[in-house]
């Protein structure tokens, strides 16, 4: 079946613009993650989300930071004011997630934001 | 916190070799998940392997192997009969709470 993909694959835009980046997951997944992967910094959780509940934003690095999921599927991720250090690969991932026991997150290709 | 730790920025060896990457990582929980992703140049992250830190056996996928020893809280790939195509950055990653934790990577060449 469909992996999971995003949009787009490449994003250039000016500091201080505010861009969206989206992200379909593998249908029927029920958990869905963003990850950024900087030079500086490696590869760091931003924000997952778990079915109906609240998500867990913890890994947000500031308030420029949002996501949002509609419908259970399909989220975007937005960055508000953009600044040069946001430039990186975001990253999505989705799995079966029971809540009980961890299961395997499945990425796509990721967005490269480049912020000039 | 947890921290994953790869203290091999990068590697490099000829086909048909075997090849064993090292991973490190410092947790207080008992129970937890740990992984290798391989990151090809066209950046999908995949999935090589996976261990339950409850499992004593450690887990094998074809070429694949790991080296799970959980007092010394270290947990190794080992990739025999390397091929081209094994050639990307490879990540170690801690799962805690749906999350997970990566180590800086190790950069892997294969040369024919």
């Known amino acids: 079946g469909a992996g999971v993909s995003q949009s787009p694959s490449n994003k250039v835009t000016e500091k201080g613009k505010d861009v969206e980046l989206r992200c379909d997951p593998i249908?029927?997944?029920?958990?869905l993650y963003w990850y950024r992967q900087s030079l500086g910094q490696g590869l760091e959780f931003l924000i997952y989300?778990?079915?109906?509940?609240?998500?867990?934003k913890s890994g947000l690095p500031s308030d420029r930071f949002s996501a949002e999921r509609t419908g259970g599927s399909v989220s975007t991720l937005t960055i508000q004011r953009t600044q040069q250090e946001d430039s990186a690969v975001y990253l999505c991932?989705?799995?079966?997630?029971?809540?009980?026991?961890?299961?395997?997150?499945?990425f796509g290709p990721g967005t490269r934001l480049t912020v000039l | 916190a947890q921290t994953v730790t790869q203290s091999q920025p990068e590697m490099s060896v000829q086909e048909a070799e075997t090849v064993t990457l090292s991973c490190t990582y410092d947790?207080?929980?008992?129970?937890?998940?740990l992984f290798w992703y391989k990151q090809p140049p066209s950046r999908q992250m995949i999935l090589v392997i996976r261990?339950?830190?409850?499992?004593?056996q450690n887990a094998t996928e074809n070429r694949f192997s790991v080296n799970f020893q959980k007092a010394a809280k270290s947990f190794s790939l080992k990739i025999s009969d390397s091929q081209l195509g094994d050639t990307a950055m490879y990540f170690c990653a801690f799962m805690r709470a749906q999350k997970l934790v990566f180590g800086q990577g190790t950069r892997l060449t294969i040369n024919p």
């Open positions: 249908s029927g997944h029920t958990a």
């Open positions: 991932a989705s799995s079966f997630a029971s809540g009980r026991t961890p299961d395997t997150q499945y």
């Open positions: 947790t207080s929980e008992n129970n937890y998940y």
């Open positions: 989300f778990q079915g109906n509940s609240a998500p867990d």
């Open positions: 261990q339950e830190a409850y499992k004593q």
